[in-house]
Every structure is written in C-alpha cells, then in structure tokens.
C-alpha cells in the first residue's frame, strides 16, 4: 500500500473507495479500517490542527502521487472547425453554389454556328477577352464568401480566447483558507493537495472531497450530485465525508482533503461524460442556435464556466446537462428558467421579419427576371430554343439566380449576432475595470432596460468597514466605547470571552499592512467590530480563543438569516456548561430574563424593563443609523446534560451582558450614484435585514428616502410586509403586491424568502405605463433564489459568498453601489450602440433591396453586382458593427429614462432617420441610373450583354453609394435626432479607423478592382462628385431630419402606479 500511495499509507484506489461510500457505511470504513480521522491524517502525514507543514518539492510530490487540483477543460474549438460552423451559414451555401455553376458554365462556348441563333444571350461574347473573363464573376463571389467565412471564424476565435482568459483569470482569483504549519493562509484552488486541512464555512462552494475533522452545526446541499434537495447534516459521528462541488448551507468546520481534480467525485463524473458532453454541446449548439439573424449570445445562468466558483463545477455542470437555466444543484426553489433578455427578444423578432422581407424580395426578383428574358427571348424576338444554347440561357438564370441571393444577403440582418457579440464582447472587457465582472453576456445589455434595483445595506450603500461607536453595559450608556477601568471585572472578563468565543475563529483583525494604515478585519465585518471592541478593552481575543479551541466548543447554533442570531456552549473549568449567545436587538433580549448591573452582578428584568430599554437605549441607537446588537450569556449545571439539539428550550433564560451600537459608514460615493440612478429612471430600494430605525436613516443618508422624510414612501418590516400581501391563507396575491411595490422603499428584518416575493412580484406586475426590470444586489448563501430571479442578479466579490455568486449575473468585485450606475451606462450603451448598428444597417437594406429589385425588374441586371454587394455587405456587417458598437458610454446616457420591455427597438425617430436617408440614397442612385449617361457624358451601362466589361457609369452608381454609406455611418452614431454628429468621434479611435480604412479600401476597389469588382477607373472629377453626393448626405441628416435635441425621442419617465 505504501508504494501505492507514493510513501503515503494510503493510495489513491483506497481514498476513491473510501469517497464513494455514504453515511453509515462511510463511517465504518473510516473506524474500522483507517483508524478514524486520526488515523487518516497520520497515513496522508498531516496535522489535524496544524495542517500540511511541507516545503514546495514536498506539495509537489503529493501532486504527483495523488493529482492535481485541475480538471482539463473542455477542448476549443479549432480555427478549422469555426471556419466549417460559418461555412454553414445558409445564405452563404446557396452563393457557393451558385458561383460554382456560374463558374462552371463560365468555360462552356457554344458552337459558333449557334451564336447568331443564341441572339442576346451571346451577345457580349464578340470580344473574346471578355469572354474569357467570364468565370471572374464566380471566381470573385466564392473570393468574398471566403472573406466573409474568414472574418465570421476570426472573431467566433478570439471571442473563445477571451471568454477562456477570463475563465483562467477568475479560477485563479477563486481562493480558500487552509491550515499550512499551523497558520491560516488563503491559496488558490488549484494549488490545494491531498493533506490539506481546509477550513470551510457558510455559503462556500467546496474545492475538494474531504473528511471532517470539526464541525459547528454543518449543513451542506448535495443536490448537485445527489439531486437530492434537502439539505444533509455531516457530523464526525454520523456523515463525515463532503464532496467536491457541493455547497455549505449553514455552519463552519475543517477537513481535510482527500481527492482533487479528477479523482474527486464530481471529477469522476466530469471524466465519465467529458465525451458525451462534448457531442452533446456541439448538438446542443446547433439546435439552440437563435434563427434568422437572431442574437447568438450565450444563454443566461450556467452556460457560461461561473468565475467566483471553482474550476470542479465544471463536472457538475456536465453531469446536470450543462445547460441548465440555473446552472448546478438547482433546487426547486430556484424558480422557472429566465425568459429571454430584453434586447435578445425584440433583435430575434426584427430580424425574423426582415427575413422574411427578404427572402420575397429575392424571390420575385428572380421571377422577375426569369420571366422578363423568357418572354424577351422566346416571344418578343420569337427565337427557337437550340440545345446548343442551353448552358447560355442556364447562365443567365445562374446570374439571375446570383442577384436574388445578393438581395437576400443585403436584406438579412446576419450582421446583427456580430454587432451584439462585439458590442457586449467590447463592453464586457471594459466594465472590468469599472469593477463590474461579467458572468452572462446578456445581462450587460440587460441592466440598461432597469428600472428598479433592490439593493442590500451593509457592504453596498456602507462601507462595511464596522466599528462599535456606543455600547450600555452595566447600566450605563457609553457614547463611545468604555474605558476597562469603567466596567467592572466579572462584566469585562464575561463581555472578552462572549466576543472571542462567542464568533467564528477564521474572523480575526490582523496588524496595519503599511505604516500608519488601519488594522485589517478579516473574516466577518459585524465580528470584527466587536474584536475591535474586546481590544479596545486591552483584552487579546486570540488568548481567549486559544484556552478554547474550536474543535473544545460543545455546540455552536451558527448564524443565518432565520436566527438572527448566533450561540455558542463551552464547558466551563469548573464543570458545568456556559452559553454565549449574540444577536439582533429586539430578538436576543426578549430572551433575556436578566441584566448584568454595574457592579457585574445579575438583576431580574422583566417585560416593562425590556421595553423601557428597547424604548431608551436600541431605538435612539437604530435612529442614527447603528446596527445594534445583544451579547448575553447562560450557566447550565453540569447534570443533567441540557437537550443541545433543541434550541428553543437551551437558548433562553440568558442575561444580558451589553448591548452594543456599530456603525457602518455610507459610502461617500453613494448618496450621488443614487441620485444619477433616480435622475436616470431607477428606483432604489433598499432590502435588509438590520433593524427598520437603522434601515430607516440609512436610507435617508443615502437619499433613497427625502432628507425631510417627506413624500408618501413606505418602510415595512418583513412580518409587516407579508400581513399586507398575503390572503387569509397565508398566499401572496399579485393584486395585494401592487398596491404595496410601487411605495415601497426599505424593507427592514426581511429574510431571503421576502426578498424573493418582492423581486418576483414587482417582475411580474402588469401595472403602470411599462412593465419592471429589476436588478438585485445580494451577498448571501440565501440570497440565491432572488439574484437567480432578478432580471440581472449582482452579487458583492468580497463579501458575497460562492452561493451568491453561482446564482448571480454580475459580480460586483469591490461591493460597491457606485459600480451598479457604471454598469446601468455601460447596458445602455450597448443598447444604444446595437441601435445604431440598426440604424445604420436597415438603411442600406431598404437601398440596396429596392435599388437591386427596381434595377433587375427595369433593366433585367442589378446596378449593383453580386460581389459590389458582397463588399457593401462587409461593411455594414463586420466593419459598421466594430466601428457603432465600440463607441464608448457618456454621462449623458443617465439623463434619460429607462427603454423598458415594451418599447420598440427602431424608435419612431429612428424610423424616420432610416426611411429620410433611404430616400436621399434612392433619388441619387435612381437619377444616376437613368440619367447618369447623360449628366456625365459617358456611355450608358443599362442593358449590357452576358459578359461585358464594366462601365463607369455602374462604377459611378456603386462608387456613390459606398460613399454615401461611410458618411451616413456619422449619421448612425445618433439616435435622437441631434445636430452634432462629430461629437466624441475621436474619442473612438476604432470608428475612425474603420471609416477611413473603408475608403481607402474602396479607393483601391473602383481604380484597380477592374473586372472581379465589376469596377471600371473613374476620373479625378467623377471622384469629386461621388464624394459630393455622399457629403450630401450629412447636409440632409442636419435638415429635416434633425431636431437638435439630445432627448428628443427618449421615453417618458415610469410612473408609479
């Protein structure tokens, strides 16, 4: 065995058997065989206590012997295999196909003798150069769609690297505390060996299997690997083993690992369907892909690797069908799978109907034409059909073919997933360094559409930096925290020991890691504000602890967010027991059936007294916006042993030691981003669970409520709250909810299931002008079911734990309210950009489809060719959205009121933007074609034979139109009908680029593309007036179609019903 196990006693087959076993069976094994948790740290040559006390070489050899912590991702996809995914695009097949008949046909010459009986149709073969040129159409169609296939494959790779960087970049963020020599130290998960004593605690996501060595009140959710809800108790005498992948519900302890990566449990299911779930995922990719140009954006909640959990979800992921709506484990509670984003659902939408637009223009164009040289051809002229003209004619259809699917490629929207990819690709990268760390694509754009954020107190609008500020101990009320000498001894020793026991021991504060700079607090913010407390009393919390270790504690109830509160039971040295419980204010001190008095001694309080305190000491505290809080303490004889699991029956009787004031700072920052919100359209709730005096000033310091408390806004408390939305039966009833929502600013002592009833019910409100879009912030392991039912769930990178996390959008990665108004510029940018490119795009549509339609039906040829409109598709595709889509946010974009779900995504301005410009373009390119021989006295290009060369006056045409497109891409850049179009362009040094690349590129296009271009060189003067024409076109978008105002178009702003 010990060769097995690399000179461990134990090899890695044994620790797999051991894992797989649960419960009872798993114990057995673990006495019998092992020795118990003892006897496993001995055979891994690790300290229960102290933990791994090895050197690099050292970890690394257990590495070696017992894996890594890593699970190899899923392979990318090759450059090859995206270029055959874009070669698959429909549109793009029937070109090929077409250009490759073309091409065929291209080298068939009838009989000479057949000319003269083939008329028109050879009617351009008198040149033989030319003649022989004719396979340049096919050639230069199938060139283009090479470049477009390219292009397509380029950003679908880049876009897999980047989305892979930041994958690799959150995994290696993802820390964990273990125990290396006896100190805490926080590594990567990846770095974690077999031996390591981990620490684990409320709402971690576990980074290995293990055993566990202590543990206070731990409950873990397995549904991830068991599917089973309920959440499973694990203690040394009945269920010792936990699991990679799943989640700790409530309370704390250690383990230490005994399998990572791959040979973990999740790892092992990973490698069992790593094969299926790649074949899955590539079917699954092709059927979920969004039709007819809709936005090929990765789906919300779990399609995307989450960044703040570690790298061994991805087994998990798989194992549930990674696809799921709310990523793994999801319990029932987790609610319906999200519909689709805001901008996702109106894109999809548009695109289908202008696809379908589409698609009949280019089929009666087709008919149109075929019909047209069938009758010419056949009854006008009255010619017989000769076989050896056959392959002439099929080329002529082939070319009418060719130009109807160039109207359907310039008419369908496919450059749309483009834009939006870009755009939320470009936005994403930015908004990390405004903090906001992207997991869902599509809650960028979402979070533009706000209109409600339901934010948490503490850490969010507060500084969460905390500190006691005043305290009543012994009678006595303490603005500021006591001296030692004004407490009596017994009270001192009693109030050291209810703060270092009495808190979880991973919360310490730790010395200045600079000269001058404040103490770090690490662990919980509310602990440390009373270690802060206990040193300030010349007491060393760590002393207190290390004559009570952890794994001494009898029973620990942890604190969640039903409790409200947290005790702990040590025995005391001489014999009996001693209960240490904190906690909410008004919770813990109507447990309280006495109070320590100033000389330390116990005195009876009864109900008056309790209240005359709330009245007179927590209230005035609450109103100035302090968090309060009770430490009391209970005496248990040492027979009979009291009933530790019922805490009802141990947790009472308790006498009240102090009650303490902390203050949690609001942010300078916030008081102003809640007035950008509010000036923006956003309501700002605030949903705590602090006291509703505490909640209730911190709201107004904010500004959520009027300074002068004016205004007919609600703050409820949590029971108060549900007594008015719930029936008799205790159901919530949407109708109640409305008539309290739209009041509603702070809701004060909510739990998570209040939260969730709020943010679903003001989702699902149909009252008022438009329908809500909410945005919640959360911290919590409880908050999940509302970050994952919120519109876009932000949960706080520091302090949220990896449950809030898993279930959120966002991450906020320095918890701070600010960066949510960052977050709402950036969404509305992307919306406005994606309009834009709308804008922009649907101009040339109209153009280009009724120019090709007009052209083909008038004189039987499109004025543009099929690989002018190639080009022209090229450019309003990939080079218009990277140029609209990269342009960056404006303060100005807060000015202005939410979109909503309802409002159109082509605005009423920007219709009339489009259909203004196509009207300009349609009167230029139409005077250019029949009268354009004329004007610029050259030969006319209407009607020319099978394979002519080009003209100049189709050049000329073509020429015209490319220019006014680049000038009308200034146009697009506003939305609202606004007179300053050049305003921030330089600010976008990608737009600029791309518009003078653009011409440069057509530069060389029109004076060297000859006959692949279908382009024939223009004179210096015909330049000029091209160039003229498409300057025109900013004159027209300054005259009737501008208004000069910035918000002209936006939406009114939301009403509260």
Same mark, same amino acid.
């Given at each position: 065995m010990g060769d097995a196990g690399g000179g461990f006693g134990l090899g890695l087959p044994e620790l797999r058997a051991l894992m797989e076993l649960r419960g009872a069976e798993a114990l057995l094994r673990l006495q019998r065989d092992l020795g118990g948790v003892p006897g496993l740290c001995r055979r891994l040559r690790t300290s229960p206590t102290d933990g791994l006390s090895e050197g690099p070489p050292e970890l690394e050899r257990r590495r070696r012997t017992f894996g890594r912590n890593w699970i190899p991702p899923r392979r990318p996809k090759s450059f090859a295999a995206l270029v055959w995914e874009a070669l698959q695009d429909v549109t793009l097949v029937i070109l090929e196909v077409a250009a490759l008949v073309s091409l065929g046909l291209s080298f068939y010459a009838p009989p000479g003798a057949a000319d003269e009986a083939c008329g028109q149709a050879s009617g351009g073969a008198e040149d033989e150069g030319e003649a022989e040129a004719g396979w340049i159409e096919g050639a230069a169609i199938l060139l283009s769609v090479a470049c477009v296939v390219l292009v397509t494959?380029?950003?679908?790779?880049?876009?897999e690297r980047q989305f892979r960087g930041l994958q690799s970049r959150l995994e290696r963020e993802q820390r964990v505390a273990v125990l290396r020599g006896g100190h805490l130290a926080q590594v990567p998960v990846a770095d974690l060996v077999v031996g390591d004593v981990v620490q684990v605690k409320y709402g971690d996501l576990l980074p290995a299997d293990g055993v566990l060595i202590q543990g206070n009140d731990l409950k873990i959710d397995e549904s991830a690997l068991t599917g089973e809800s309920d959440h499973v108790r694990k203690s040394l005498d009945k269920d010792p083993l936990l699991l990679s992948g799943t989640h700790v519900m409530e309370g704390s302890g250690r383990m230490v690992v005994t399998a990572v990566g791959v040979n973990s449990q999740s790892g092992i299911i990973f490698t069992l369907l790593g094969a299926a779930g790649d074949e899955e995922d590539d079917s699954r990719d092709r059927k979920g892909k969004p039709q007819d140009g809709a936005v090929d954006t990765p789906q919300p909640k779990g399609k995307r690797q989450d960044g703040a959990v570690a790298m061994e979800m991805q087994p998990l992921k798989s194992a549930e069908g990674g696809d799921s709506a709310d990523g793994p484990g999801t319990r029932p509670r987790g609610g319906p799978k999200k519909e689709k984003s805001v901008l996702q659902a109106k894109l999809t939408q548009l695109a289908v109907q202008i696809g379908k637009a589409g698609l009949a223009m280019?089929?009666?164009?087709?008919?149109?034409?075929?019909?047209?040289?069938?009758?010419?051809?056949?009854? !006008?002229?009255?010619?017989?059909?000769?076989?050896?003209?056959?392959?002439?004619?099929?080329?002529?259809?082939?070319?009418?073919?060719?130009?109807?699917?160039?109207?359907?490629?310039?008419?369908?929207?496919?450059?749309?997933?483009?834009?939006?990819?870009?755009?939320?690709?470009?936005? &994403?990268?930015?908004?990390?360094?405004?903090?906001?760390l992207v997991r869902h694509l599509d809650a960028c754009e979402t979070m533009g559409n706000a209109t409600a954020i339901c934010s948490d107190k503490t850490g969010t609008l507060t500084t969460n930096r905390m500190t006691v500020v005043q305290a009543f101990v012994g009678g006595s009320h303490f603005s500021h925290p006591p001296a030692p000498a004004a407490l009596a001894p017994p009270t001192l020793d009693l109030l050291a020991q209810a703060i270092a026991i009495n808190s979880a021991y991973t919360s310490k504060i730790?010395?200045?890691?600079?000269?001058?700079?404040?103490?770090?607090? !690490?662990?919980?913010?509310?602990?440390?504000?009373?270690?802060?407390?206990?040193?300030?009393?010349?007491?060393?919390?760590?002393?207190?602890?290390?004559?009570?270790?952890?794994?001494?504690?009898?029973?620990?109830?942890?604190?969640?967010s039903e409790r409200k509160s947290m005790s702990t039971v040590t025995r005391r040295p001489g014999g009996g027991y001693r209960l240490f419980c904190k906690g909410a204010s008004e919770m813990v001190l109507h447990r309280c059936s006495s109070m320590l008095d100033a000389g330390g001694s116990p005195r009876a309080l009864g109900g008056p007294e309790r209240e005359e305190l709330l009245r007179r000491v927590v209230e005035p505290m609450a109103a100035g916006g302090l968090r309060t809080l009770v430490l009391a303490?209970?005496?248990?004889?040492?027979?009979?042993?009291?009933?530790?699991?019922?805490?009802?029956? &141990?947790?009472?009787?308790?006498?009240?030691? %102090?009650?303490?004031?902390?203050?949690?700072?609001v942010r300078p920052e916030v008081p102003e981003a809640i007035r950008k919100c509010q000036r923006a359209g956003i309501t700002v709730r605030m949903v705590t669970g602090d006291n509703l005096d505490t909640a209730r000033a911190i709201a107004a310091k904010c500004g959520i409520?009027?300074?002068?408390?004016?205004?007919?806004?609600?703050?409820?408390?949590?029971?108060?709250?549900?007594?008015?939305?719930?029936?008799?039966?205790?159901?919530?009833?949407?109708?109640?909810?409305?008539?309290?929502?739209?009041?509603?600013?702070?809701?004060?002592?909510?739990?998570?299931?209040?939260?969730?009833?709020?943010?679903?019910?003001?989702?699902?409100?149909?009252?008022? /002008?438009?329908?809500?879009?909410?945005?919640?912030?959360?911290?919590?392991?409880?908050?999940?079911?509302?970050?994952?039912?919120?519109?876009?769930?932000?949960?706080?990178?520091?302090?949220?734990?990896?449950?809030?996390?898993?279930?959120?959008?966002?991450?906020?990665?320095?918890?701070?309210?600010?960066?949510?108004?960052?977050?709402?510029?950036?969404?509305?940018?992307?919306?406005?950009?994606?309009?834009?490119?709308?804008?922009?795009?649907?101009?040339?549509?109209? !153009?280009?489809?009724?120019?090709?339609?007009?052209?083909?039906?008038?004189?039987? /040829?499109?004025?543009?060719?099929?690989?002018?409109?190639?080009?022209?598709?090229?450019?309003?595709?990939?080079?218009?959205?990277?140029?609209?889509?990269?342009?960056?946010?404006?303060?100005?974009?807060?000015?202005?009121?939410?979109?909503?779900?309802?409002?159109?995504?082509?605005?009423?301005?920007?219709?009339?933007?489009?259909?203004?410009?196509?009207?300009?373009?349609?009167? !230029?390119?139409?005077?250019?074609?029949?009268?354009?021989?004329?004007?610029? /006295?050259?030969?006319?290009?209407?009607? %020319?034979?099978?394979?002519?060369?080009?003209?100049?006056?189709?050049?000329?045409?073509?020429?015209?139109?490319?220019?006014?497109?680049?000038?009308?891409?200034?146009?697009?850049?506003?939305?609202?009908?606004?007179?300053?179009?050049?305003?921030?362009?330089?600010?976008?040094?990608?737009?600029?680029?791309?518009?003078?690349?653009?011409?440069?590129?057509?530069?060389?296009?029109?004076?060297?593309?000859?006959?692949?271009?279908?382009? @024939?060189?223009?004179?210096?003067?015909?330049?000029?007036?091209?160039?003229?024409?498409?300057?025109?076109?900013?004159?027209?978008?300054?005259?009737?179609? @501008?208004?000069?105002?910035?918000?002209?178009?936006?939406? /009114?702003?939301?009403?509260?019903?």
């Open positions: 494959a380029s950003n679908d790779w880049s876009k280019s089929a009666i164009t087709v008919i149109i034409l075929v019909l047209y040289f069938v009758i010419e051809t056949f009854v !006008v002229q009255g010619r017989p059909w000769v076989a050896e003209c056959a392959p002439v004619y099929v080329q002529y259809w082939v070319k009418f073919f060719i130009i109807g699917v160039t109207v359907l490629v310039v008419a369908v929207p496919e450059g749309l997933p483009l834009a939006v990819t870009i755009s939320l690709a470009y936005s &994403v990268k930015k908004m990390m360094k405004d903090n906001n730790l010395p200045p890691e600079a000269p001058g700079a404040l103490p770090r607090h !690490v662990g919980n913010k509310t602990e440390c504000a009373l270690l802060g407390l206990a040193l300030a009393l010349g007491r060393d919390p760590e002393a207190e602890r290390a004559q009570v270790p952890e794994e001494h504690l009898v029973k620990v109830f942890t604190f969640n303490f209970r005496d248990f004889p040492p027979r009979p042993e009291p009933p530790w699991d019922d805490e009802a029956a &141990v947790v009472g009787e308790l006498t009240c030691i %102090a009650i303490v004031g902390i203050e949690d700072p409520l009027p300074a002068g408390g004016g205004g007919e806004w609600l703050c409820l408390e949590g029971k108060d709250f549900n007594r008015r939305i719930r029936n008799d039966r205790g159901e919530v009833e949407q109708e109640r909810l409305d008539k309290v929502w739209p009041k509603l600013r702070v809701l004060a002592r909510s739990s998570p299931t209040d939260k969730h009833t709020l943010v679903k019910g003001i989702i699902e409100s149909t009252i008022g /002008d438009q329908r809500q879009v909410v945005a919640v912030t959360g911290d919590g392991t409880n908050d999940g079911p509302a970050l994952k039912k919120a519109d876009v769930g932000f949960a706080m990178g520091i302090a949220g734990t990896d449950v809030a996390k898993e279930a959120s959008d966002i991450i906020l990665t320095d918890d701070n309210f600010s960066s949510i108004v960052k977050a709402v510029m950036w969404g509305r940018n992307v919306y406005d950009s994606i309009a834009k490119f709308l804008q922009f795009q649907l101009t040339v549509n109209v !153009v280009a489809v009724i120019v090709a339609f007009t052209g083909a039906c008038i004189t039987q /040829d499109s004025p543009l060719k099929a690989v002018q409109m190639l080009w022209v598709n090229l450019i309003m595709d990939t080079l218009a959205s990277l140029a609209l889509a990269t342009e960056p946010p404006t303060e100005a974009l807060l000015l202005r009121r939410p979109y909503g779900r309802e409002h159109p995504l082509v605005s009423g301005t920007m219709l009339r933007n489009i259909l203004g410009h196509a009207l300009y373009q349609l009167l !230029v390119i139409f005077t250019l074609l029949f009268a354009g021989e004329v004007l610029f /006295d050259i030969d006319s290009g209407r009607a %020319a034979p099978l394979h002519a060369p080009p003209s100049e006056h189709f050049t000329i045409i073509f020429n015209t139109f490319v220019l006014m497109q680049l000038f009308n891409e200034l146009n697009a850049r506003k939305l609202h009908g606004e007179r300053n179009v050049f305003e921030g362009v330089c600010a976008n040094p990608i737009f600029c680029t791309i518009v003078l690349g653009t011409f440069a590129v057509q530069v060389l296009i029109v004076q060297f593309g000859g006959k692949p271009f279908s382009c @024939s060189p223009l004179s210096a003067e015909q330049w000029l007036w091209c160039l003229f024409v498409g300057v025109g076109e900013l004159v027209w978008g300054q005259g009737p179609l @501008s208004h000069g105002s910035p918000t002209h178009g936006t939406p /009114d702003p939301p009403r509260d019903p």
